[in-house]
């Protein structure tokens, strides 16, 4: 099992940043990939950045250029920093692991409130 805790939600100003982190335990070394989802109210959660080991990295059109995915495995931590933040980026913020490519992502944090509002 692997437990996955996210902080650093909040409210920002559009064209603000935040930094979102997740913070793994458990059975760390059965993570092949982890990721940071997003849902707004009325939508389908979606995939917005994902990194597999330390430095493969796949963003959502929506995000890119604006956010950065990074790993710090001797902290067992996973990152998103989220510049130029825009009213559509407003959603529940999830970080997710998974054990191998084909597998889905089935582990999953709490969530995060992220507002981009002026």
């Known amino acids: 099992q692997v437990q996955l805790v996210e902080s650093g939600g909040g409210l920002v100003q559009p064209g603000g940043s935040l930094r979102l982190s997740c913070a793994a335990s458990?059975?760390?070394?059965?993570?092949?990939?982890m990721g940071w989802f997003r849902q707004a109210p009325g939508k389908q959660r979606e995939l917005v950045a994902g990194?597999?080991?330390?430095?493969?990295?796949s963003y959502a059109d929506s995000v890119k250029g604006r956010f950065t995915i990074s790993r710090d495995n001797a902290k067992n931590m996973v990152y998103l920093q989220m510049n130029s933040l825009k009213l559509e980026d407003t959603a529940v913020y999830y970080c997710?692991?998974?054990?191998?490519?084909?597998?889905?992502?089935?582990?999953w944090g709490q969530g995060t409130q992220v507002t981009v509002s002026s």
């Open positions: 997710a692991a998974k054990r191998s490519l084909l597998q889905p992502w089935d582990y």
């Open positions: 458990g059975s760390i070394f059965s993570i092949y990939a």
């Open positions: 990194i597999i080991g330390g430095s493969s990295t």
